[in-house]
T-cell receptor, first 109, second 116 residues
Framework: KQEVTQIPAALSVPEGENLVLNCSFT??????LQWFRQDPGKGLTSLLL?????REQTSGRLNASLDKSSGRSTLYIAASQPGDSATYLC????????FGQGTILTVHP | GAVVSQHPSWVICKSGTSVKIECRSL??????MFWYRQFPKQSLMLMAT?????????EQGVEKDKFLINHASLTLSTLTVTSAHPEDSSFYIC????????????FGPGTRLTVL
């Protein structure tokens, strides 16, 4: 059974800081890993998808890395902005899409 | 591309009534759609997998007679919450699966259901 864990559960940082969100998984036999963003009361927006053969993916200020052997992925956000405040979820397709519990990020001015 | 819509975005109903939620893939065909439920401050929990032209597959603990799923076309799946009760109040999110190598799920904006 695949279990996905995200640490920390919540994070509050001042604007401009670089930050790292962590995602760990128990079964390294994955096809890909996806990072999502969810604003309060809204659906999910896909941020980055890393295939199992890749080590990282970048989109703007976001960089996601994947280390299958250690069962870890990180989402790095550079120069954080108040608009980055949201819940960030990582998910792995394992028969079904299995989500971590999410990290609630607050970036204050 | 790959846009998924849900209708309605929010609904308030009386206890005992039935509510239908639609999930549409607007610019692609989806043979598989998924229905999730999300309670406040919790992550998404898969309720069922909806396959076009066949019966839905429900996750353990989800009542198939209460949550009716119909996937009649390649762009539309519906979830009907029958005889809704206050404990069914939740945020319901659908996703549609694309094919072509990445098997990426695209999510709808969600439907907020409040049962009084």
């Amino acid at each position: 059974k695949q279990e996905v864990t995200q640490i920390p559960a919540a994070l509050s940082v001042p604007e401009g800081e670089n930050l790292v969100l962590n995602c760990s998984f128990t079964d390294s036999a994955i096809y890909n890993l996806q990072w999502f963003r969810q604003d309060p009361g809204k659906g999910l927006t896909s941020l980055l998808l890393i295939q199992s053969s890749q080590r990282e993916q970048t989109s703007g200020r976001l960089n996601a890395s994947l280390d299958k052997s250690s069962g870890r992925s990180t989402l790095y956000i550079a120069a954080s902005q108040p608009g980055d405040s949201a819940t960030y979820l990582c998910a792995i397709p394992y028969g079904k899409l299995t989500f971590g519990q999410g990290t609630i990020l607050t970036v204050h001015p | 591309g790959a846009v998924v819509s849900q209708h309605p975005s929010w609904v308030i109903c009386k206890s005992g009534t039935s509510v239908k939620i639609e999930c549409r893939s607007l610019d692609f065909q989806a043979t598989t759609m998924f229905w999730y439920r999300q309670f406040p401050k919790q992550s998404l929990m898969l309720m069922a997998t909806s396959n076009e032209g066949s019966k839905a597959t429900y996750e353990q603990g989800v009542e198939k007679d209460k949550f009716l799923i119909n996937h009649a076309s390649l762009t539309l799946s519906t979830l009907t919450v029958t005889s809704a009760h206050p404990e069914d109040s939740s945020f319901y999110i659908c996703s549609a699966l694309t094919s072509g190598g990445t098997d990426t799920q695209y999510f709808g904006p969600g439907t907020r259901l409040t049962v009084l």
